[in-house]
């Protein structure tokens, strides 16, 4: 009688597992297809621009070439991939998609700064992709594309605006 009893708790202690996990694994796949439908556009804009560190940075690039980019040929190259058709300056990039604020930046956002010796502190001059965890990927100078610090620095000091593109 003991052995049936032991028995039924084992089994019951089982079910009640398998069916406790199975909706564990079920909800947590969801959330996890969730999460990753509505950053997946972005991580792969970021990941494909990665792939061009280090590339040289040209003024006026051409947009057929990936030998060197200027900031806003670099952004329309790696949006471009993805079925994001940008136009060919940072400040005509600057007028599409949405705005978004400075706090809710996401992964594969566009960010503008007013930077360099065409800047006057309100005009748009150059655009970078937010990576997250507050740094950028762009192309301006020496570095070629590289990853630079959002919030301190030359960036932090001529940021402008953000727009949500994706």
Known sequence: MNMHKIIKKVIIAGVAATIGFGTFAIEGTNTAQAATATTTVGQKVINYGKKYMGTPY??????????NFDCSSFMK???????VDLPRTSVQQSKVGHAVS?????????????????????????V???IGGGKILHTYGGPGVTISDLNSGNWKRTYIKARRVL
């Open 58 to 67: 040209k003024f006026g690039a051409s947009t057929s070439t990936t030998r």
């Open 77 to 83: 190259h790696i949006f471009k991939k993805y079925g």
């Open 102 to 126: 400075k706090a809710n930046l996401k992964k594969g956002d566009l960010v503008f700064f007013s930077s360099g010796s065409r800047a006057t502190g309100r005009n748009i001059t150059h």
């Open 128 to 130: 970078a992709v937010y």
